[in-house]
Structure formats: structure tokens, C-alpha cells
């Protein structure tokens, strides 16, 4: 019978509470920039223009039909000799992350878009408002309601994505835990801390994302 | 360059939707404050000429010019941009079957919506305009109810006030009262009638062949996208001269 002991961990509490601190500000840098990424590839996607469409097209396929560590390691790794130019891992990773995390989100934009009425948007054009102004005065304001639970959804992936960029030796709580594992020899007790963090920080999340999809289902 | 005393003058437009030639070659000259009844069968091209007149649809050819705004399409002609689409739409107001009201704003801000968004008018500025045209549909109660809780009829009359709120040189209806439950049908007409007697210059596709009788100066029959036959409402509409008026008017007389 395995012998737990919990004690050993405590003088890690600091190291553990930082890479947890670390963690929720990746998340939120990733989630901020993946949305403004996920807009601007989700609004190419139904462009006029024959060129843009492609164009976002390629990036959220190619994002999304990556793994995520793949495309971790190679802007890190292989990013720099191809241009030249190098990055901290934390720069690699929030590019990486919001690039990833923008894929799907333009999914989730786009497929909110077109689900409005086509009358609506005519109503603000024959008004005289250019098309930029009806996207964002009478669409996305309808929009945004429906995507709101899917796109919390995906920022909660997110949030556990993080953990891979430990491997870029980002300080993040994963990475945190990995050193405290090492030098305790206690990897079981750090562990299992680790993902009871995790899931402490997440399950009000997902309560949350449940009522919001009640809200609107109840809202039609 | 108002050439002649027209305000609208359509020339030699075209449209067609992939092999379907929708409009053949329309010629349509309207007099300011005069009010156009457009008649004709279901597929004849009447919403798209509606639509083409504010460029939801871009014809293929010809030339439109409402008040001082001309375009012209087709070979040697570039599309207009976004931007000139957006100014030449404010001179032509459109209210719609389905009224596609914007069911995120107030009845108030569903009519400031075009002044704001479109002109930069204050807000301040723009909700006096908004009361006033809303007292003149009736409707200054309801500015800050949401249109869900309206009834067809009344969203009906706040998408004709947030058109005029654009104060258009022309008021285009497209059938707006067929999706209406036929007793809020009078409501509706009543506001375009008070609209006709203050001379405002309108077009309207309807099937109300009686309210087209009484309002409209002139009546335009249109099949398979050309005018067949215009002329004086009551002229048209008690004694036509073309066989195919005649049959598509008939068709009315006997279901009423
Ligand atoms: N965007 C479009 N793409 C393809 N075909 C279209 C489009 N808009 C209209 N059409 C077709 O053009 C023809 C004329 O349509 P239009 O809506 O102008 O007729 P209408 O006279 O208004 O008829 P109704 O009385 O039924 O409203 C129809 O056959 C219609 O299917
Ligand atoms: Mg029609």
C-alpha cells in the first residue's frame, strides 16, 4: 500500500500558486488574442473577396488539423532558422496558442453569423449603412448571444491546453509541478495536486458555460 | 443636373440571376411627390426592380438616377463602392414584407439607428427625430419596447418610421402588407396613404389592387421582367388596354 504524504508539498505552495498564476495569465493573454484572430479569420470567411476567404481558410485548416504540440515545437524550434528571428518560449507559446485557439473560434464566429437573417442585414444596408458598420452594429450584436456558450466552451480547452507549453519550459503550473516531482521523488502526491488545481479553477467555469446555454435556450 | 423635372429616372436597366433574365429593359421616368403602384404576377422581376432602385441587387446593365444621384452599370462602368452604394441607399427609403426590424433595439433605436449609424447624427438629435416620425405612425408609446411585442401591423409602421427617418427623396415598399394578419392590414395602408397625401414620392409593389386604385397616380403592370402597360391608376386598373393586364387584373376581380 502506497504511503501518501501530502506534507512534502507544502513548502511548494509558493512555486505551485505561481505556475497556477501563470497558467490563468497565458489562458487569458491566449483567449484574448485567439478571439481578435477568430474574428478576423471568421469575418474573411464570408468576405467578398474570393482571396481572403482562401486565405483564412488555409489557417484554420492548417491550425486545426495540426496537433497543438507539433505546432508548438515548430515555432519555437523551427520558426527561428526560418527567419531568423528568435523568441522567448513564452512569445512562442501565446503565438502558437492564440493562432490555435483563433482556428476554432472562427469557426464558431462565422457559423454565428450566418445564422442571422439575411433581412437584417439588407434592413442596415438599405438604411445606408456601409457593411462594415451593419456587421458590427446590427449582426455581431445579435451574433455574439449564440456564441457565447460554444466559445467558452473552447476557451476552457484552452485553458488545459496550456499545460503543453511546459515542454518550451514556459513556468506554468504543469512545468512547476514537473520541478517540485523531481526534487521531492514524490511524483504521485504532485501530480494528483496538480490536476485537482486544474480542476478546481475549471469546474465553476463549466457550471457557468452550463447556465449560459440554458439562458439561451430559454431566451428563443 | 436635374435634367428634367424627374425625380427618379431609370433607363434601359437589366438583371439576370445566372441564365434567368429577370429584367429585360426597364424605362421608368417618376415625377416628384407622384405615387407608382407596381402590379404584376408573382416572378415578374417587381422586388427586384424595387431592390435594384437601392442597390440590394446590382443590375447588369443601364441607369439609375434618384434625385441628384446617378449610376450607371454594365460594360465601362466600374461597381460603385461600398461606401457610394451606402450614400446613394440613404436617398431611397425601404420598407420590407417581413418589416426585419432589429430585435436587439428599441422601437426608439430602431428608428435613430439610420440617422446615427449612417448620418453621425448626436443621439440627442437623433431621438427627437425619432419621437417625431414615431408620433406620426402613431406609435410615440411603444419607443421603448422591443419589437418582439409588437404586432405585425405596428412593427410594420415602425419600419416605415425608421425609413423616413433617413428623410429619402423616395419611399420604396416591397408587399408590406402580405404577411400581415388582414385586419391590422388598414393600419398600415393608412400611414402610407397619410405619407401619399404629404407628397411623398413612392413606389409600391403590392397586391392591394384597391388601395392602388385609390392612392397611386400611376400604376406600372410588369411581366417577365418588362413593363407592359402604365398609366392613370383608374384608367389601368377599370380599363386596361393590354390582354395581359387585363387577364392578371381579372384574376383579382373575381377572388374579391
Ligand atoms: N438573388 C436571386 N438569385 C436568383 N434568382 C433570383 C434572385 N432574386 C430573385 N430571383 C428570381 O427572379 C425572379 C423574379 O423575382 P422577383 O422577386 O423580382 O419577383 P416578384 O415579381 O417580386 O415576385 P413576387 O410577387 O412573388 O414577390 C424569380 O424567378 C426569382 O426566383
Ligand atoms: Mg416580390
Known amino acids: 500500500m502506497y504511503n501518501w ?23 487569458a493573454s491566449i483567449v484574448v488574442l485567439g478571439l481578435l484572430m477568430g474574428l478576423i479569420a471568421g469575418l474573411a470567411q464570408i468576405s467578398r473577396f474570393a482571396f481572403l476567404r482562401w486565405v483564412s481558410w488555409a489557417y484554420i485548416e492548417l491550425f486545426r488539423c495540426t496537433p497543438l ?19 522567448s518560449a513564452i512569445t512562442a507559446a501565446v503565438l502558437t496558442l492564440s493562432l490555435y485557439g483563433g482556428s476554432f473560434y472562427a469557426e464558431v464566429i462565422r457559423g454565428g453569423i450566418v445564422t442571422i437573417d439575411a433581412g437584417q442585414r439588407e434592413a442596415g444596408l438599405a438604411l445606408g449603412l456601409t457593411p462594415a458598420r ?25 485553458f488545459k491546453n496550456t499545460s503543453l507549453v511546459s515542454v518550451l519550459a514556459v513556468p506554468d503550473l504543469l512545468y512547476q509541478g514537473q520541478s517540485a516531482a523531481t526534487e521531492t521523488y514524490r511524483p504521485l502526491e504532485v501530480y494528483t495536486v496538480i490536476a485537482i488545481i486544474y480542476f478546481v479553477v475549471l469546474v465553476p467555469l463549466t457550471a457557468i458555460v452550463k447556465k449560459s446555454e440554458k439562458a439561451l435556450r430559454e431566451s428563443d | ?17 445566372g441564365d434567368l433574365v429577370v429584367l429585360r429593359d426597364i ?34 446593365d443601364g441607369s439609375i ?74 406609435l410615440v408609446d411603444k419607443a421603448d419596447v422591443y419589437p418582439q411585442r409588437l404586432s405585425g401591423g405596428q412593427k410594420q409602421r415602425v419600419a416605415i418610421a425608421r425609413a423616413l427617418a433617413m428623410e429619402p427623396e423616395v419611399m420604396l415598399f416591397d408587399e408590406v402588407t402580405s404577411a400581415l394578419d388582414p385586419e391590422l392590414v388598414s393600419e398600415v395602408l393608412s400611414v402610407m396613404r397619410d405619407l401619399a397625401a404629404e407628397g411623398m414620392t413612392m413606389i409600391i409593389v403590392t397586391h392591394e389592387i384597391a388601395f392602388a386604385r385609390e392612392v397611386a397616380d400611376i400604376v406600372v403592370f410588369m411581366r417577365d421582367g418588362v413593363i407592359v402597360e402604365e398609366g392613370p391608376a383608374r384608367e389601368v386598373i377599370d380599363t386596361p388596354k393590354q390582354e395581359g393586364t387585363r387577364s392578371f387584373l381579372r384574376h383579382f376581380h373575381t377572388r374579391s
Not at chain 1, 506534507?7 to 505561481?18: G, P
Not at chain 2, 420590407?96 to 430585435?103: A, D, G
Request: some cysteine; overall charge positive; proline content about 6%.
Open chain 1, 134 to 158: 451593419v456587421m458590427r452594429r446590427i449582426i455581431l450584436p445579435q451574433a455574439i448571444k449564440q456564441m457565447i456558450p460554444p466559445l467558452m466552451n473552447q476557451s476552457i480547452i484552452q
Open chain 1, 69 to 87: 504540440l507539433v505546432q508548438l515545437l515548430w515555432f519555437y524550434y523551427a520558426l527561428p532558422i526560418l527567419t531568423g528571428i528568435e523568441m
Open chain 2, 1 to 17: 443636373m436635374i435634367a428634367e423635372n424627374y425625380k427618379i429616372e431609370i433607363s434601359s436597366l437589366k438583371k439576370q440571376f
Open chain 1, 5 to 27: 504524504d501530502f506534507n512534502i508539498l507544502w513548502s511548494y505552495r509558493w512555486l505551485l500558486f505561481e505556475g497556477t498564476l501563470v497558467t490563468i495569465a497565458l489562458t
Open chain 2, 27 to 60: 424605362n421608368l421616368k417618376i415625377a416628384p411627390g407622384a405615387v407608382i403602384a407596381l402590379i404584376g404576377p408573382s416572378g415578374s422581376g417587381k422586388s427586384t426592380l424595387l431592390r435594384c432602385m437601392n442597390l440590394l441587387v446590382i443590375p447588369d
Open chain 2, 65 to 138: 438616377r434618384i434625385g441628384n444621384d446617378a449610376f450607371k452599370f454594365g460594360h465601362g462602368t466600374s461597381l460603385p463602392s461600398a461606401r457610394e452604394q451606402a450614400r446613394f441607399r440613404r436617398g431611397a427609403g425601404m420598407v420590407f414584407q417581413h418589416f426585419n426590424l432589429f430585435p436587439h433595439m428599441t422601437v426608439l433605436q430602431n428608428v435613430m439607428e439610420g440617422p446615427v449609424s449612417a448620418k453621425n447624427m448626436p443621439k440627442a438629435e437623433a431621438a427627437v427625430l425619432a419621437r417625431k416620425l414615431l408620433a406620426k405612425v402613431g
